[in-house]
């Protein structure tokens, strides 16, 4: 508690900038309130400086190495082919991250929203103090927002420092290993083992679960291992990481899978074992919101608070830790500030996408799922290998998973594994929230030749009309 010191009285105060703090800042100044958003890092959050953007635009930049380097069938050659690491780096942040962050701090002026730079901290349930270097400034809030998002999780014996990295330092490395070495085959750490694959390192995963890719079941993720397999990738699951000894030029990791221990040596090792909510210093303590056992912000379906006029987004609140769901739940926070009694969190799909090298997505319920809630519902599955389109992209791999209810045909699930899966999820989770059935899909025209088509004939398939398989 700052002594003394005055107040500034503000309207919504929102803290953290990422997918989830600036669109709620955003959408909150839409609708009409007046707005200060506290920032200790930088405009854009984790997600558009250290994540899901720069991450993105490095695993672009792999598959077209990727497919440089590799023979084609269809009698494209290429030669003298290299990578400049330095350029590649250099595009990744100004072309495209800091692009994307310079287009936020603009909506954000455009909006009118105050930006206040610092590390915020709650007093009591109406006020914060900021602090930023020696300085300190306390604000009086009508309303609040949190959404300080989330950082990984570090294991005992493996901290961050030097070449034991974490997925912001995998991003940057000085150049691409020779060999990287994963403890943790999750989205994050399959994605970034992936992307250094394909720009020629060796890569080991170890994993400490019977499987990686966890949420993504086994049949889905056979071709995202066939591949990675087929490059020389190494995949350790059941795994035990016991230690890791830095050296000035690499780092030697002992670990025990199938009852042997046994050490491997590379690079760095990128440790991504999940992530951890930034709630422990919010000062929470002083206020009336309830944190569960994991740190998580409770909250209602309006995304308030046990403390009613403080609001949480994002990482800090139970689910999966997606952007998307952090930008969805901002909408709903701002607007439930705004008095709108629409203002309520009622999905019933949440996309999740891993950027693979075959990608991933699903929505919805899943074969496990439906099996788990004893639903009267079936799974039907086209595969891309029938899809002109993906033939004439050469990527025939993977299929579109269709699931629907056996009385009222409704789709209630969708999986993908193959080319395009992150853009064409988008349409299955607009069918699932709105109720459509397989005949509704199967009745849209869709243009051919596209990867979409393989929807419409997957919904064909459902309906017991297949034209194409």
């Given amino acids: 508690m700052v002594v003394g010191a005055q107040a500034t009285e503000v309207e919504t105060v929102v803290i953290g900038s990422g997918p989830g703090g600036y669109v709620a800042a955003i959408r909150a100044a839409e609708l009409g309130q007046k707005v200060t958003l506290i920032e200790s890092g930088e405009i854009g959050g984790v997600c558009l400086n250290v994540g899901c953007i720069p991450s993105k635009a490095l695993i672009n930049v792999s598959h077209h190495y990727r497919d440089e380097m590799t023979e084609q069938p269809f009698g494209l050659h290429a030669t003298g082919v290299s990578l400049d690491w330095a350029a590649t780096q250099d595009w990744k942040q100004k072309k495209v991250v800091e692009r994307l962050t310079g287009g936020v701090a603009m909506l954000l002026k455009k909006h009118h929203v ?11 349930n109406e006020q914060i103090n900021v602090i930023e270097g020696d ?67 060796k890569v080991t995963i170890i994993e400490g679960l019977d499987h990686v890719l966890n949420g993504f079941d086994a049949e889905l993720i056979k071709p995202v291992l066939d591949d990675f397999k087929a490059q020389g990738g190494e995949i350790y699951t059941s795994a035990k990481a016991k230690s890791a000894v830095q050296t000035d030029n690499g780092v030697a990791v002992t670990f025990e899978a199938d009852g042997k221990e046994q050490t491997v040596t590379g690079d760095y090792l990128l440790v991504s074992v999940g992530r951890r909510p930034n709630t422990d210093e919010l000062g929470l303590n002083n206020t009336n919101v309830k944190l569960d056992e994991h740190g998580l912000i409770q909250v209602d379906d309006r995304m308030a608070t046990t403390a009613a006029h403080i609001y949480a987004i994002g990482d800090v609140t139970a689910g999966p830790a997606l952007a998307h769901k952090a930008s969805f739940q901002a909408k709903i926070a701002a607007a439930a500030i705004s008095g709108d009694p629409q203002a309520r969190d009622l999905h019933y799909s949440l ?117 194409h398989i």
């Fill in 351 to 467: 996309p999740a996408v891993a950027y693979t090298n075959y990608e991933l997505a699903t929505t919805g319920e899943t074969p496990e799922s439906i099996k788990e809630k004893n639903l009267d519902a079936k799974a039907y599955k086209f595969p891309f290998a029938a899809n002109g389109r993906a033939l004439a992209m050469n990527a025939g791999t993977g299929f579109i998973r269709l699931i629907s209810d056996n009385q009222s045909k409704a789709l209630i699930g969708a999986q993908i594994v193959g080319p395009g899966a992150s853009d064409l999820i988008s349409e299955l989770s607009l069918a699932i929230e709105n109720g459509l059935t397989t005949e509704d899909i199967s009745l849209t025209i869709h243009p051919h030749p596209t990867l979409g088509e393989a929807i419409m004939d997957a919904a064909e398939l459902a309906d017991g009309l297949p034209i």
């Fill in 135 to 201: 300085n300190h400034e306390l604000f009086q809030f009508k309303n609040c927002i949190i959404a300080t998002g989330s950082r990984p999780v570090q294991i005992p014996g493996f901290e961050f420092a030097n070449r034991i990295v974490d997925s912001t330092g995998a991003l940057s490395l000085p150049a691409v290993p020779k060999h990287l070495i994963v403890i943790g085959g999750g989205v994050i750490g399959s994605e970034l083992g992936g992307l250094y694959l394909n720009l020629g390192a």
């Fill in 114 to 124: 105050d930006i206040v730079r610092g590390t915020a901290s709650f007093n009591d």
